[in-house]
């Protein structure tokens, strides 16, 4: 069911007069989000209409824009990817690990997204995967699935690194599996502080090397003294690496990474109200516990937008990631690999029934087989229905 109001909707009414108003500061991958989502679902993408052989009962269906920033267009692309990631689980606990960057860095990296985001998925994964190998913790090697998300709950600026870690790995040698402690992977002090030493020395090589971009009131951080001056105070403060605690199993590892992998900076059922001008929705105020953690924000709607594009990722950047184990065309082996030390069957791919690429959802009415009766093209409209026809109808957008 359509949500009542929709980020779509917010941005049909203000996205004219914020594009006119910001005109030359935004970018054509951020109009080109704008205008994606804008008409998402709506004849000016085209789409067809669907008739049912039995009752007659028909619906028109206009196509999706597909843009990885749609709030709408998520459910479909998280559902795919998750089929693909189900027979890559191990029977093992699986942790989830966080990495936040301070906002002295975050600041910086709104300014420069492809590489300092790019810099976090290096830094995070390397500090994983070179403590899990130190004979010291776990002595292993490990699997890692990293998600990239840019926003807090109220769609502020805070890059950070979701992770999702089977609970083990396999030895050095590839002699045996080595499985974590049941509650603890491995130590958020050790990672923090080799998490803070790799970022940092790697982004003052970015800036020696000139390939850092800074503008507006972040101009002065070019001279490398006021550069230094502004990461003085992160160098000793302490870096937020959080793990929670493993889950129960398989099928709430796949729970979980549908809730992560395809999120956007906000969702349309956070979203209670839209008056023209001014935005109301729900957000997570992190620094309450209990029931006053949910609270409620109003933002103007040009504010709104404006939070909102904060968020659109650099054009091609991958905010999916997988290492070790589970890395490019090595991870079938690994696993193949890792199953057989944990002396465990592969798992058994269901065969699904034949169906046909046209596939569609049944006739709400009669349940009876719907097919295209008609297709348009984009900025037009499906024909009336002929004249006396005994149709009854519905548009899905």
């Excluded at 359509?2 to 030359?24: L, M, Q, W």
């Excluded at 993408?45 to 196509?63: K, M, P, T």
């Excluded at 600041?107 to 994964?125: C, E, G, T």
């Excluded at 509650?183 to 390939?211: D, I, Q, Y």
């Amino acid at each position: 069911m359509r949500a009542s109001i929709e980020v779509a909707d917010i941005f049909r009414a203000a996205g004219p007069a914020y594009r006119a108003s910001h005109a030359g500061h935004l970018s054509l991958h951020q109009l080109k989000v704008m205008s994606a989502i804008e008409h998402c679902r709506t004849a000016v993408l085209g789409g067809h209409v669907e008739a049912c052989e039995d009752c007659g009962h028909w619906r028109v269906a206009y196509n999706s824009c597909r843009n990885r920033h749609c709030p709408r267009c998520q459910g479909a692309a998280a559902r795919t990817w998750l089929a693909a990631r189900e027979a890559d689980l191990l029977p093992v606990g699986y942790f989830h690990v966080v990495f936040t960057l301070p906002t002295e860095i975050a600041d910086i990296a709104l300014q420069n997204k492809a590489l300092l985001y790019d810099l976090l998925f290096k830094a995070a994964s390397d500090t994983m995967t070179t403590i899990a190998a130190d004979p010291r913790h776990l002595g292993a090697r490990i699997g890692i699935t990293a998600v990239l998300h840019s926003w807090g709950s109220a769609m502020t600026h805070h890059p950070h690194i979701h992770m999702i870690v089977p609970g083990g790995g396999i030895a050095l040698d590839g002699s045996r599996w080595i499985s974590s402690r049941p509650a603890f992977l491995l130590p958020v002090r050790v990672l923090g502080k080799l998490f803070r030493r790799l970022f940092l020395t790697r982004l003052a090589a970015l800036h020696e090397g000139g390939r850092l971009s800074f503008f507006g009131g972040m101009a002065h951080l070019a001279n490398r003294r006021s550069f230094l001056r502004h990461l003085a105070p992160v160098r000793k403060k302490r870096w937020v690496v959080y793990a929670k605690p493993p889950f129960a199993g398989p099928e709430a590892v796949l729970a979980y990474l549908s809730r992560y992998t395809h999120r956007v900076a906000i969702s349309n059922s956070r979203i209670i109200g839209f008056d023209g001008s001014a935005v109301t929705f729900r957000f997570k105020d992190y620094r309450r516990t209990g029931i006053d953690r949910q609270q409620v924000m109003t933002l103007a709607a040009d504010e709104f937008v404006r939070r909102f594009l904060l968020h659109v990722l650099p054009r091609g950047f991958h905010r999916i990631r997988h290492y070790g184990l589970l890395a490019g065309a090595t991870r079938k082996a690994h696993l193949e690999h890792a199953r057989q030390l944990l002396a465990v069957a592969p798992p058994v791919t269901a065969v699904a029934p034949d169906e046909p690429d046209d596939f569609r959802p049944p006739c709400p009415c009669c349940g009876g087989r719907m097919i295209v009766i008609e297709t348009f093209e984009r900025w037009c409209q499906p024909r009336a229905p002929p004249h006396g026809a005994v149709l009854t109808g519905t548009i899905t957008p």
